[in-house]
């Protein structure tokens, strides 16, 4: 404890005095005493503690939430609104030519439709259009085209007939080429279907006959034209004839007394239905 100054002799402290000159304290620093015990002690790096906290950095402004993806579009859904919008053969036409979903198009020369007399009781389904048909923009056209004519022409239909009795419509499953004349694969066939059974229902002919694999693929779900063919069936409402591609037909000319057996299966059916 430190000593009341107030209590003490001038001698003591003279000699208080000269002990703290001894001590080294040569200078007074203030006009009274101050008791260092008794101050709180400073924490460590006070000095440091006592600067201006540094701004925050600025927060970057968020980023926008990203667009809502777009919907995926659905070619088969959008192939069926487009052909029953269509009332009649001419619209259906501009209405799948229009179609931008089918990659075969981007790689073809023309969009082929159909040929003949769209009244005829005979309605022809092939597969797709080859060279000379994606050249002319007409369905059999080529050599296997000739054949169909020669061999229609055996029982009295051809599609430059106006008689509807005697006449040939004929039309594609495909508009469009494939490439290198490949099988058009399940999903071009898928978003082309529509517009297939919106033809059918338009043209209304009494008999469709699928020529080759793809036809009846598209329209029995069946493959294997070899087992299929002169086998009457059904498809869209209407009696149904599978026969071999006439391209078949050039490649396997034995085969062509079986396609004659067709065509008098065909000509007997025409017969029973007036």
């Not at 089918?102 to 439709?113: H, I, P, S, T």
């Not at 071999?244 to 000509?267: F, G, I, M, Q, V």
Request: hydrophobic share 45%; aromatic share 6%.
């Amino acid at each position: 404890m430190q000593p009341d100054p107030a209590r003490l002799d001038p001698v003591t402290i003279r000699a208080l005095l000269d002990w703290q000159a001894e001590l080294g304290a040569d200078e007074a620093i203030g006009d009274s005493p101050r008791d260092r015990y008794a101050e709180p002690a400073e924490p460590p790096f006070a000095g440091a503690a006592r600067r201006p906290a540094a701004p925050a950095p600025a927060r970057k402004p968020a980023a926008p939430a990203p667009a809502p993806a777009a919907p995926a579009i659905d070619p088969v859904a959008e192939a069926r609104h487009l052909a029953a919008a269509a009332h009649d053969l001419a619209a259906l036409a501009e209405a799948e030519a229009g179609f931008e979903h089918c990659e075969l198009k981007r790689g073809a020369r023309n969009f082929v439709f159909a040929d003949g007399n769209p009244a005829a009781r005979v309605m022809i389904l092939g597969e797709a259009p080859g060279r000379d048909e994606d050249i002319q923009g007409k369905p059999f056209v080529g050599r296997a085209g000739q054949l169909l004519d020669r061999m229609f022409a055996a029982i009295g239909l051809a599609r430059a007939s106006p008689d509807p009795a005697n006449a040939l419509y004929i039309s594609n499953i495909m508009p469009w080429r494939p490439p290198g004349n490949r099988d058009p694969d399940p999903a071009e066939i898928a978003m082309m279907m529509p517009f297939v059974e919106r033809h059918v229902a338009l043209a209304d002919p009494d008999v469709l006959v699928l020529m080759g694999n793809t036809p009846c693929a598209a329209l029995l779900g069946k493959r294997g034209v070899l087992r299929l063919r002169g086998h009457w069936t059904q498809a869209l409402g209407k009696p149904v004839l599978p026969m071999t591609h006439p391209a078949y037909l050039l490649r396997n000319p034995a085969a062509k007394r079986e396609a004659w057996a067709d065509l008098l299966s065909l000509r007997a059916r025409l017969r029973e239905v007036p």
